[in-house]
């Protein structure tokens, strides 16, 4: 499995940015949840959003809750974060994993059942 992150930029606060992550040897055998997560400078990777394999289920950590959507596109093996109303404080790296999860329906919070990541994409936002 491979995961390569991209859309990351430079943006002024108030502004909106999606990021995309493409997966390529994802088998029809496992689900795989997809997270979201960020560094950003002096600070731990953290848990910005999950979603289940089919779609059915997703999670948005309490900092950027209805400011941020996942979705994810199954036939292309695309997984989306859009990101509105951007803050200074969401400046960081941000990387898209992924975890083998038995249930079609379910993701994981737990950062160590990630075993594949992708290199990340920075995002900068400007005050």
């Known amino acids: 499995v491979q995961l390569q992150a991209c859309g990351g930029g430079l943006v002024q606060a108030g502004g909106s940015l999606t990021l995309s992550c493409a997966a390529s040897?994802?088998?029809?055998?496992?689900?795989?949840?997809v997270g979201w997560f960020r560094q950003a400078p002096g600070k731990d990777r953290e848990g910005v959003s999950y979603i289940s394999g089919n779609g059915a289920s997703t999670y948005y950590t309490d900092s950027v809750k209805g400011r941020a959507t996942i979705s994810r596109d199954n036939s292309n093996n695309i997984i989306y974060l859009r990101m509105n109303d951007l803050k200074p404080e969401d400046t960081a790296v941000y990387y898209c994993?992924?975890?083998?999860?038995?249930?079609?329906?379910?993701?994981?919070?737990?950062?160590?059942?990630?075993?594949?990541w992708g290199q990340g994409t920075l995002v900068t936002v400007s005050s």
């Open positions: 994993a992924a975890a083998i999860i038995p249930m079609r329906n379910e993701y994981t919070s737990g950062i160590h059942h990630y075993k594949y």
């Open positions: 040897g994802f088998t029809s055998r496992y689900w795989y949840a």
